[in-house]
């Protein structure tokens, strides 16, 4: 996958906490983003995968797995299964996350594909880890408004589906559209220097 636009999602639910402030790479923050090496380019995509494993812990991202299969299961039975049924699917959900987690070990391909970004994506790389820090702060926020299996029940399921789907963060809704991370700017006039703590 290229450069980083998917690794807070890949890395979501590989975590161990290891506090962190803030995507933060040591790669210039002024650098445009279309300039990087591929090496720091890989710098910058492995400091995303460690904040997002500092914020969401393994137990934070497999709880999704596990009341999405609980979900399922209770779809498949026409809606009909009881409290203990829908709470013992979820912790299968939940067991059979961690399993696939211990098997896929520590795993450091995500970023070796990575590179820079198209020129159309004038940010600097300090944008750029800004909104991945604000990215993975929102995804964080949104799986711990996700229930336990000990507390699922049937409403659940309707709540999580009415659910809005979460917005860009405002650190990336400028980014030019080419920088592939949400943003909807048209890649002028992007500049600007700061990093995203660290």
Same mark, same amino acid.
């Given at each position: 996958m290229k450069w980083i636009g998917a690794v807070v999602l890949v890395s979501a639910v590989v975590a161990t906490a290891c506090g962190?402030?803030?995507?933060s790479s040591g790669v210039d923050p002024n650098k445009s983003a279309?300039?990087?090496?591929?090496?720091?380019?890989?710098?910058?995509? =492995? /400091?995303?995968?460690?904040?997002?494993?500092?914020?969401?812990?393994?137990d934070?991202?497999?709880?999704?797995?596990?009341?999405?299969?609980?979900? +399922? /299961?209770n779809a498949l039975s026409g809606g009909e299964l009881s409290v203990e049924d829908l709470r013992a699917a979820c912790d299968e959900g939940v067991e059979?996350?961690?399993? #696939?987690?211990?098997d896929d070990g520590d795993d450091d391909s995500t970023c070796d594909s990575a590179t820079a970004r198209p020129a159309a994506c004038d940010a600097t790389v300090g944008?750029? #880890?800004?909104?991945?820090?604000?990215? +993975?702060?929102?995804? /964080? =926020?949104?799986?711990?408004s996700i229930p336990s299996c000990a507390d699922l029940t049937a409403e659940d399921f309707a709540e999580l589906g =009415?659910? =809005?789907?979460? #917005?860009?963060?405002? #650190?990336?809704?400028?980014?030019?559209v080419a920088c592939g991370l949400g943003g909807t700017g048209?890649?002028?006039?992007?500049?600007?220097?700061?990093g995203a703590g660290g």
């Open positions: 962190s402030s803030g995507v279309s300039e990087v090496t591929d090496d720091e380019a890989k710098k910058v995509c =492995e /400091a995303a995968q460690s904040y997002s494993e500092s914020k969401i812990t393994v934070l991202g497999c709880r999704l797995a596990g009341v999405t299969t609980a979900a +399922v /299961a059979l996350c961690k399993d #696939e987690r211990e944008e750029i #880890e800004t909104c991945l820090t604000a990215q +993975v702060d929102a995804f /964080a =926020e949104s799986l711990g =009415e659910a =809005e789907t979460p #917005e860009t963060p405002s #650190e990336c809704s400028s980014l030019p048209d890649g002028d006039g992007m500049g600007g220097a700061g």
